[in-house]
């Protein structure tokens, strides 16, 4: 399966089945009914209500909702639902430049379907997936676009090697 064909896939996924995640009043993602129903087992955490999924009433700041995912974790990947432990945090948000309305173990990500990385997904479609013109290669735009990746120092293409390199000059 092509790069493309995974974007494809992905975007065109049907999110009506799904509850939305809820954090503050504001949508940050999706879960499938069968992985709420797991969720919903922590009542001391999580609170199912009106065709959504949310953090209880007592956890209202990031800190707290962090503590109380990393509390869980273990226990979640555990159930076979979700992915493993990965030991990496990542910050649940609904922009970029917004805070963090919590940290959650990175394998937790994708299962709970959170909106960065839906969003990530619309941003390639936007950029990547167009119809091609029928006089054009449609990877013309992405060969052009790695033609104007600049290079820092220190970087080389892959396979230019330089004659005086530092292997080369042992003495």
Do not use: C
Not at 88 to 100: D, F, G, I, L, Q
């Amino acid at each position: 399966m092509s790069f493309f064909d995974h974007v494809r896939r992905r975007n065109a996924r049907d999110l009506a089945g799904y509850l939305p995640f809820m954090i503050d009043g504001d949508r940050l993602g999706f879960v499938t009914p069968s992985r709420a129903a797991i969720l919903a087992r922590y009542l001391d955490i999580f609170a199912v209500q009106a065709g959504q999924i949310g953090f209880a009433y007592d956890l209202i700041s990031a800190e707290q909702r962090t503590v109380a995912m990393a509390s869980i974790a273990a226990d979640l990947a555990v159930s076979g639902a979700f992915f493993k432990i990965k030991g990496e945090p990542y910050a649940v948000k609904n922009s970029w430049h917004e805070r963090a309305r919590l940290q959650i173990n990175r394998g937790l990500g994708p299962w709970l379907w959170i909106s960065r990385l839906r969003r990530s997904y619309q941003w390639l479609r936007a950029q990547s997936i167009r119809p091609a013109p029928v006089d054009r290669d449609p990877l013309d735009d992405v060969q052009r676009r790695a033609q104007q990746i600049r290079q820092y120092g220190g970087r080389r293409p892959a396979g230019a090697l330089r004659s005086d390199s530092q292997r080369d000059q042992r003495v």
